[in-house]
């Protein structure tokens, strides 16, 4: 159980283009979802912080216009990139919780690499 | 401003020996500790959790956590080659995880 995916786990785009990356919870529902970056060889760093149905909370630094985030369903949050450029180009990991089974742990998808040309 | 610090590294051992990775948090409040295992390209694996004070085993694995140093710890016993990765700490405090850098785990044959 507590299985999260992510699509596509790789993409490649032309410098000015958006992206969208889906995360999905497959056997659980999840009020919350959370969004990292990571770059090579640096740790996780946390986006936001995605509820349903609700605004998404961005930590501080994060371009809320550039990095739309939506959590319409309590199985899906999209992240899109808009107007992506090289400096964008990183791993992007969601991870979910599931409050009703177990309070305490995330679940992550397995990332998404973007590459901006 | 909640903090988790771990020593980046690299640590180094040898097969068959125990690595030890330490974790300080800066937050009393926290509540639940996490260890996750991250390779090369991949999304961080959940390795052990740890919610009470003292020792959680799990298999060759082995959590340490004393709330009053605001501390934690894991221990690997019998590395494997396979054991090599960054290993992250995590912390959370109601809705939110804090991770810590990461230590980079070789394990040498």
């Known amino acids: 159980g507590a299985v999260v995916s992510q699509h596509p786990s790789r993409v490649i785009c032309k410098s000015g283009t958006s992206v969208k990356i889906e995360c999905r919870s497959l056997?659980?529902?999840?009020?919350?979802m959370f969004w990292y970056r990571q770059f090579p060889k640096k740790s996780l760093m946390l986006m936001a912080t995605?509820?349903?149905?609700?605004?998404?909370?961005?930590e501080q630094g994060v371009e809320k216009d550039k990095f739309l985030i939506n959590h319409a369903s309590l199985t899906l949050s999209t992240l899109t990139v808009t107007s992506a450029h090289p400096e964008d180009s990183s791993f992007y990991i969601c991870?979910?919780?599931?409050?009703?089974?177990?309070?305490?742990?995330?679940?992550f998808g397995p990332g998404t690499r973007l590459t901006v040309l | 401003q909640k903090e988790v610090e771990q020593n980046s590294g690299p640590l180094s051992v040898p097969e068959g020996a125990i690595a030890s990775l330490n974790c300080t948090y800066s937050?009393?409040?926290?509540?639940?500790f996490f260890w996750y295992r991250q390779y090369s390209g991949k999304s961080p694996e959940l390795i052990m959790s740890?919610?009470?004070?003292g020792d959680k085993e799990d298999g060759r694995f082995t959590a340490q956590l004393n709330k009053a140093s605001q501390y934690v710890s894991l221990l690997i016993r019998d590395s494997q080659p396979s054991d090599s990765a960054t290993y992250l700490c995590?912390?959370?405090?109601?809705?939110?995880?804090?991770f810590g850098t990461g230590t980079s785990l070789t394990v040498i044959p």
């Open positions: 991870s979910a919780r599931d409050l009703e089974h177990n309070y305490n742990e995330q679940f």
């Open positions: 056997d659980f529902q999840a009020t919350t």
């Open positions: 995605s509820n349903e149905g609700s605004k998404a909370t961005y």
């Open positions: 937050d009393r409040v926290s509540q639940s």
């Open positions: 740890i919610y009470s004070n």
């Open positions: 995590a912390v959370r405090a109601g809705n939110q995880f804090y």
